[in-house]
């Protein structure tokens, strides 16, 4: 197992949630390579920040003497930088393939270079394009990949530059694809953090379309818990799929947490739909269930959304 491990975008909501999990559980030393962009904030770490295995390098993955420079010094790479904002991707989608594609085969030329012992990619399951409301198929590692947005195709293109890196040249590549991630630091913009800082302030939320397009939600700690399985046993050359199974309608989410807040259904607002917005995201995770002994443990989504929505209270100062 390596020892220093570079993770791109640690900054971020899910990369943070790793950080925490990982330097809690292991010494292995890290550092965390990132730009700070609207979706990175340093208050993420926060609460590591001083742990001796820990250091931060502020900096973007398509600078390449910095990259190369980092990648020397580790053994291994988890690369969650991206830019990820799907409506931004929309209005610039120049941005996306900059980093998200670029910059990813500018890490993975560094860990050819110096000779990693891994390169774990997270990618998402927005790669797959959707799935029609009626139907009961998930996505697997085998499905056809068919992204809706600029910001889906640029990981469908960065997964295809890991697995042609895998073929030719024989890098130690594992890919991960996870449904939708909710939890505490999470981007202001994201579904959930958005309706809940809307709602407290009684401000409108608005709801795309008929508001009955399909998520499959996961705890973030799960998916940082598989992620770390991934690192340490997934197969070279291979792709996991993550999810809970948890499938619900946006509209219905944003209405249960409405009821928590004790606020209204009133303050709903029907928009234009997104360009291109995908129906339905389900995912079937049985591969890393049964290869790396995997399972969601934060299974009572009802009691996971309350406490979501008590830490966005308490870091907005809304009293209870």
Request: glycine content about 6%; charged content about 25%.
């Amino acid at each position: 197992m390596p020892n220093t491990i570079l993770v791109t975008g640690g900054c971020g909501f899910i990369g943070s949630h790793f950080l925490r999990q990982i330097l809690a559980e292991t010494d292995f030393r890290i550092v965390n390579l990132d730009a700070l962009t609207y979706a990175g904030r340093a208050e993420n770490c926060a609460d590591f920040a001083d742990n001796a295995n820990y250091k931060f390098v502020h900096g973007s993955i398509t600078d390449k003497k910095l990259v190369g420079g980092i990648v020397a010094q580790c053994d291994a790479v988890v690369n969650f930088a991206a830019e990820s904002h799907v409506d931004n991707s929309i209005a610039h989608p120049e941005i996306f393939v900059e980093t998200n594609v670029l910059g990813t085969q500018i890490l993975l030329d560094a860990a050819r270079k110096f000779e990693l012992k891994k390169f774990v990619q997270i990618s998402t399951d927005e790669v797959y394009g959707d799935l029609p409301l009626d139907s009961v198929e998930k996505f697997t590692e085998h499905s056809e990949l068919k992204p809706s947005s600029p910001y889906s195709a640029s990981k469908a293109a960065a997964d295809m530059l890991c697995l042609a890196a895998h073929r030719t040249f024989g890098q130690p590549i594992v890919i991960s694809r996870c449904s939708n991630n909710y939890g505490t630091h999470q981007l202001a913009e994201k579904l959930m953090p958005l309706t809940i800082s809307r709602a407290l302030r009684n401000e409108r939320i608005p709801i795309y379309g008929d508001g009955k397009n399909v998520r499959d939600w996961i705890h973030v700690a799960d998916h940082a818990a598989a992620i770390r399985l991934i690192l340490e046993k997934g197969r070279v050359g291979e792709i996991y799929n993550v999810g809970a199974s948890n499938e619900i309608a946006n509209l219905d989410l944003v209405k249960m947490l409405l009821k928590i807040l004790g606020k209204s259904e009133d303050l709903l607002e029907f928009v234009a739909d997104r360009p291109g917005h995908d129906r339905r995201y389900a995912i079937d995770s049985n591969k890393i269930q049964a290869e790396l002994n995997w399972r969601p443990t934060h299974t009572d989504f009802a009691k996971e959304l309350v406490e979501v929505v008590e830490w966005h209270k308490k870091i907005l100062n809304f009293k209870f």
